[in-house]
């Protein structure tokens, strides 16, 4: 995570500089700021976006009023944290779930032998909540509205129905039973599915890409979304592009990944060659790159072991694509067995 914190006091930076070097340990990235006489605001503006989270040194008051103005959205809003200066409290203040707030804010009391302030429902009851779950296993929510839903009748005592493709490990929730039909929880790559039910997409399906020079944006962009439409696959599935290592600093495919915010690999033709199995051959494509097809073998080489193709080549306008998904397991552990 990258997290910013902003302190008003050399005790609040004290303690500042104690927990940058405890989250910077932990793996996460920190960025610890004295705020300036009229500075909050533009702070807050500039750190809500660019950050994962925010941490205030400060009263509730003094968070909330600078975050005020850019609060939108559960789902893309930061966590943020308020802890007093003296490290007595650590409250999570905003996206304690999704944004992963009520996580953080546990941990670093813990560190500092403070006190976790967490309001969250189904935190307080002990019930399980679906969107913290789907946050750690980086599943993406297609409809957020209904967590509300489900929140509410776990926490009534209710039996929820979940439905998946992927394969589970560990032990589900004691409210939680696999149901293939009426499901409250789908979690699939597929587009399809029961209208009602909370959406989960697993990060799985590598999309493998072949394109002649210089080929533009809109001619990648009108080749993704036909082979989306011809898979059933939801776009929030697909988690890297791949391709050649020929087409590595190819500017329409890099803009392409930058839109859509994904990685973007390449491999060596003989990286490609040496995959076995049964792919769309071409002859010309052979005396191009050095390798009968680029796009189904970079998709199925994108995947790592496991990984099967579900989209064969689709050719047009110059752009080749096919779509290979990979493992994935949904893992519950102890914090999920309540």
């Known amino acids: 995570?990258?997290?910013?914190?902003?302190?008003?006091?050399?005790?609040?930076?004290?303690?500042?500089?104690?927990?940058?070097?405890?989250?910077?340990?932990?793996?996460?990235?920190a960025q610890l700021t004295r705020c300036p006489t009229g500075g909050l605001a533009a702070w807050t503006e500039a750190h809500f976006t660019d950050c994962d989270a925010l941490l205030f040194l400060s009263s509730c008051g003094i968070a909330v009023r600078a975050v005020a103005p850019f609060v939108r959205s559960k789902t893309t809003d930061p966590a943020v944290l308020v802890?007093?200066?003296?490290?007595?409290?650590?409250v999570s203040l905003l996206s304690g779930h999704l944004g992963g707030a009520n996580a953080l804010a546990s941990h670093l009391?813990?560190?500092?032998?403070?006190?976790?302030?967490?309001?969250?429902?189904?935190?307080?009851?002990?019930?399980?909540?679906?969107?913290?779950?789907?946050?750690?296993?980086h599943l993406y929510i297609a409809n957020s509205v209904r967590i509300k839903w489900i929140a509410s009748r776990l926490l009534s005592g209710?039996?929820?129905?979940?439905?998946?493709?992927?394969?589970?490990i560990g032990s589900l929730p004691s409210q939680l039973t696999e149901k293939e039909e009426d499901y409250d929880i789908l979690i699939s790559h597929r587009l399809r599915g029961r209208a009602e039910a909370l959406r989960l997409v697993?990060?799985?399906?590598?999309?493998?890409?072949?394109?002649?020079?210089?080929?533009?944006?809109?001619?990648?962009e009108e080749a993704y979304?036909?082979?989306l439409a011809r898979t059933n696959c939801h776009n929030a599935a697909v988690y890297?592009?791949?391709?050649?290592?020929?087409?590595?600093?190819?500017?329409?495919?890099?803009?392409?990944?930058?839109?859509?915010?994904?990685?973007?690999?390449?491999?060596?033709?003989?990286?490609?060659?040496?995959?076995?199995?049964?792919?769309?051959?071409?002859?010309?494509?052979?005396?191009?790159?050095?390798?009968?097809?680029v796009c189904e073998r970079s998709a199925l080489r994108g995947c790592g072991k496991g990984g099967r193709l579900i989209a064969k080549k689709d050719a047009?306008?110059?752009?080749?694509?096919?779509?290979?998904?990979?493992?994935?397991?949904?893992?519950?552990?102890?914090?999920?067995?309540?």
């Open 158 to 168: 209710e039996t929820i129905g979940l439905k998946t493709t992927c394969p589970i």
């Open 225 to 227: 979304e036909r082979i």
């Open 109 to 137: 009391a813990t560190h500092l032998g403070a006190i976790a302030v967490i309001t969250t429902a189904t935190d307080i009851h002990g019930v399980f909540s679906v969107d913290d779950w789907a946050r750690r296993q």
């Open 240 to 293: 890297k592009v791949c391709s050649i290592d020929l087409k590595a600093r190819e500017p329409g495919l890099l803009t392409f990944c930058e839109r859509h915010h994904l990685p973007f690999e390449t491999y060596s033709a003989s990286e490609l060659a040496s995959l076995a199995g049964d792919f769309t051959g071409s002859a010309f494509v052979t005396s191009v790159t050095g390798v009968d097809n």
């Open 1 to 29: 995570m990258n997290i910013g914190l902003i302190a008003f006091s050399e005790t609040g930076m004290e303690l500042g500089k104690h927990i940058v070097s405890f989250w910077e340990t932990d793996g996460h990235t």
């Open 202 to 220: 697993p990060p799985v399906a590598a999309l493998g890409v072949g394109c002649r020079k210089g080929v533009t944006v809109e001619a990648l």
């Open 83 to 90: 802890m007093d200066e003296l490290g007595t409290f650590c």
């Open 316 to 338: 047009g306008n110059g752009v080749t694509m096919a779509l290979a998904l990979r493992d994935y397991s949904l893992t519950f552990g102890k914090e999920d067995a309540l």
